[in-house]
């Protein structure tokens, strides 16, 4: 089972969504996919763990229920492609099955009854091992016929990118997988999402997890107290901060992420009653626009601002 550690979640999750009508998970993945090709693409050099990234995403038949399973081309398959990525120009399309990678079958899928991301983790896991500018050669299966096509990947973040289901808003990072709340797709648009993912990619690319265990914080109800919630909330706001950098270096407004705390904090902060381990929205805000005055008016795309060297930093 995967951990994550609570990032935003708690500013997030009070607020209350409209009826309206919420967009299909298919639409949300392929939303999240889009954006999550812009940010670890873009900020690759900011990264030391990366990977190759095709711009495709992967499912497997047995995460979900048996009987939703028949439909797949194989056990493995392709849920969508973002547009114009190495995936889409190769030719790849959405339900082809993916029967091997550079010539490898995949494993076979598990047989029981309960949903789970194993095999689909392994075949993310394939690509993932890659060198990061080989080509890939990926075996398809496409209306019961096999067909081979050779992707050229980019390099990207080692980051991987997952919805999670429920009313309630939110994000979260672990350092390696980015987890946010299809929920959050209801209420905001893109430009808004970029904001919360440049936040949890922040996250991972400075190291936060790692580095909150090396001092020995405390999550759950003992995270919102003295050096326990002093420590979170240094590492918020050196995402929030590296976060305005990484939607620049992705060709979003960095301004972007100012805007998003001033004019959306107060509703999603919970006011006076927000989280110990988070700053105030207008804090947020405030931080963000004093940091971004001092990058350099001619700095480089993609820029690495001095505050990236504070990963390698004991929190303290």
């Known amino acids: 089972m995967r951990i994550l550690f609570r990032l935003i979640a708690v500013l997030l999750a009070c607020v209350a969504l409209p009826a309206a009508a919420a967009p299909s998970l298919l639409e949300v993945d392929q939303r999240l996919a889009a954006i999550a090709w812009r940010l670890t693409t873009a900020n690759a050099a900011l990264c030391r763990d990366r990977q190759p990234v095709i711009g495709a995403t992967l499912h497997a038949a047995d995460q979900y229920p048996r009987e939703l399973r028949a439909g797949f081309a194989a056990p493995v398959a392709v849920e969508l492609v973002v547009p ?5 120009v190769a030719g790849v399309q959405p339900n ?6 550079d ?10 009854d309960t949903p789970t991301s194993a095999t689909r983790d392994a075949a993310q896991a394939r690509i993932a091992a890659l060198p990061l500018d080989a080509p890939i050669a990926l075996t398809l299966r496409r209306a019961a016929a ?13 980051v991987e990118f997952e919805v999670l289901t429920g009313s309630k808003l939110g994000a979260s990072s672990d350092g390696r997988v980015v ?8 209420k905001f648009g893109d430009d808004q999402i970029a904001v919360v993912v440049a936040h949890e990619l922040a996250h991972a690319i400075l190291r936060h997890r790692i580095r909150l ?6 999550w759950g109800l003992l995270s919102e107290f003295g ?3 002093r420590l979170f909330r240094q590492t918020e706001t050196e995402a929030d901060l590296l976060g305005a950098y990484l939607l620049r270096n992705a060709g979003w407004d960095p301004q972007l992420a100012v805007r998003f705390w001033r004019e959306y904090g107060t509703s999603i902060d919970g006011g006076m009653f927000h ?14 626009a004093a940091e971004l005055a001092t990058m350099p008016a001619d700095a480089p795309v993609p820029y690495a601002p001095p505050l990236l060297a504070r990963r390698d930093a004991p929190l303290r």
Not at 148 to 158: D, K, N, S, Y
């Open 84 to 88: 114009d990525a190495p995936a889409a």
């Open 96 to 101: 082809d099955g993916v029967v091997a990678i």
């Open 103 to 112: 010539g490898q079958p995949l494993p076979a899928p598990t047989t029981g």
């Open 146 to 158: 096999e067909q081979r096509v050779t992707v050229q990947p980019r390099a990207g973040c080692r």
């Open 179 to 186: 987890q946010v709340g299809g929920a959050l797709f209801e």
């Open 213 to 218: 265990e090396a001092a020995g914080v405390k």
């Open 227 to 229: 050096r326990n919630a």
């Open 275 to 288: 989280s110990r381990t988070h700053p105030s929205s207008k804090d947020r805000a405030d931080a963000i």
